[in-house]
């Protein structure tokens, strides 16, 4: 686009990324709590943004605040997709789910592929060779299903999660490890393998704040983006500037 400042929000459940653009690459991301705000982030002129939101309330907020600043596109509004929707309710498509899609096709992967977020919900995504997104897969959280252990096991303390050494723990913390970075590595290399037998060419993409270790013990061939979404959003702006 050149000589432009585009602002990309991403609201998810528990975490927003604001992010600013030239509207090809990224210059700079803001990670907040979902529902905090600081007016200083929007200090600067803008020229466009692109928002997604999975919590209609702060979603609304956001865009009543950036209408203000200049026009805007939201995912629910948009009508350009590089997909075709093949789900039985498309209104229940959730928009982290089209921005994560849109990121893979921002990156350069070609269908068949799947996107794997691990942020509050565990959600797998799957686009056909024939660029059909026909639906995918919504698990647990890793961190929202750990913090729910070790706060209702007395005996289980809450300790930061690094990428395990051996497939067997030997004390608390690394049983932990296994059991959430390897145990969810395994989740996504069964989803990973059985796909890949229906769908030869199969690549993959992860993110999400879990991916960060998780990415370093899967066992399939995986490219990690933690920015996905940010570029899907920029991807859905080269494809709906009409709208603007």
Known sequence: MGNVTVVLVDIGNTRTKLAFSDGESLLSVTELPTGEFDSHLLSKPMDAWVL?????????????????????????????????????????VGEDRLADIEGAFYLGLKPSFITIDFGT????????????????????????????????????????????????GRD???????????????????????LKKQYPDLSAVLTGGAAKLIHQVIDFPAQYEPHLSLFGLLRVLELNKHLL
């Not at 939101?53 to 997709?81: C, H, I, Q, Y």
């Not at 060779?129 to 995918?136: D, R």
């Open 52 to 92: 997604s939101s999975v919590v209609p309330a702060v979603g609304t907020m956001w865009t009543e605040l950036l209408s203000r600043k200049a026009p805007g596109l939201t995912l629910k509004e948009v009508d350009n997709f590089d997909i075709i929707f093949d789900v039985r309710r498309k209104a229940e």
């Open 121 to 168: 919900a565990s959600v797998i995504n799957l686009v056909t060779p024939q660029h059909e997104f026909v639906g995918g897969v919504i698990g647990p959280g890793v961190m929202s299903s750990y913090e729910c252990l070790t706060s209702k096991a007395a005996l289980l303390k809450e300790v930061p999660l690094d990428v395990p050494e051996d497939l067997i």
């Open 172 to 194: 608390t913390k690394t049983n932990l490890e296994s059991g959430f970075i390897l145990g969810f590595a395994f989740w996504a290399e069964g989803f990973y393998v059985r």
